[in-house]
């Protein structure tokens, strides 16, 4: 436990640190920026809180590749991970520790949209239920996001390509549902139900299901037990 607490304090420490963090960060809460104005126009506040979560969770399909990519990617480029891996420490313990750094880093910059709600809130009386179900679903689908990037990272001692191999996971279970209506029977039901973006978009209509939620945490484990075995395999080469 204190090699898992060491690791996190260490890689969260470097992302604060780092000026690349706050470009990104700032592009990410820039770009939901922009959209939020043009949803904030209509006629119901609650439209503009489900826009802003629709746009602020595409945008996290591209920001949770390039929050991780670093993270693994780099040990393996300059060599640091095997002598991290030989070190009286667990790769679980390396894994946790850096996932755990990166959602902290994606709530941080998460938590500062809530400025446009907050908008919403002085100009308006929109109904909290869907407010606060949308900001559920946007960190449930973040986290999950940031399990799919460290895969990636775990791959490639290549940056860019850790970050284009998340990002291609995360686009195929984004849009995989429109696929789903291209395919009939019990194939179609299964490629609509691995829909990240089905799932999400129930949250930002205020309903919170426990099936998605266990849809989203089964994902963040999946993910992050094959970075786990990606590492221990590292060990035998």
């Known amino acids: 436990m ?9 890689e969260t420490r470097a992302y604060f640190a780092m000026p690349s963090a706050y470009v990104v960060g700032a592009m990410f809460l820039a770009l939901t920026g922009v959209f939020f104005v043009f949803d904030i126009s209509s006629p119901f506040a609650e439209a503009g809180v489900r826009g802003l979560v629709d746009w602020a969770s595409f945008f996290t399909i591209f920001l949770a590749p390039l929050l991780t990519m670093r993270l693994l990617a780099e040990e393996q480029k300059l060599g640091t991970l095997e002598l991290l891996l030989t070190s009286p420490v667990r790769e679980w313990e390396v894994v946790l520790g850096k996932y755990i750094a990166s959602l902290a880093m994606l709530l941080a910059i998460q938590f500062v949209t809530l400025y446009y709600v907050l908008m919403i809130y002085v100009f308006g009386d929109p109904d909290s239920g869907p407010v606060l179900s949308s900001y559920l679903g946007l960190i449930l689908h973040g986290a999950a996001a940031l399990a799919i990037g460290l895969l990636g990272s775990s791959l490639s001692g290549n940056q860019i390509v850790a970050a284009v191999v998340g990002t291609a996971v995360l686009l195929f279970f984004t849009f995989i549902d429109r696929v789903s209506s291209l395919v009939e029977g019990a194939p179609g039901g299964f490629l609509n139900a691995i829909s990240m973006d089905g799932r999400l978009s129930d949250f930002t209509r205020g309903v919170i ?6 849809y989203f945490l089964s994902l963040i484990a999946i993910f992050v037990f094959l970075t786990i075995r990606s590492l221990e395999t590292r060990r035998w080469r």
């Open 2 to 10: 204190n090699n898992l607490l060491a690791i996190t304090a260490k």
């Open 209 to 214: 299901d426990t099936s998605h939620i266990i």
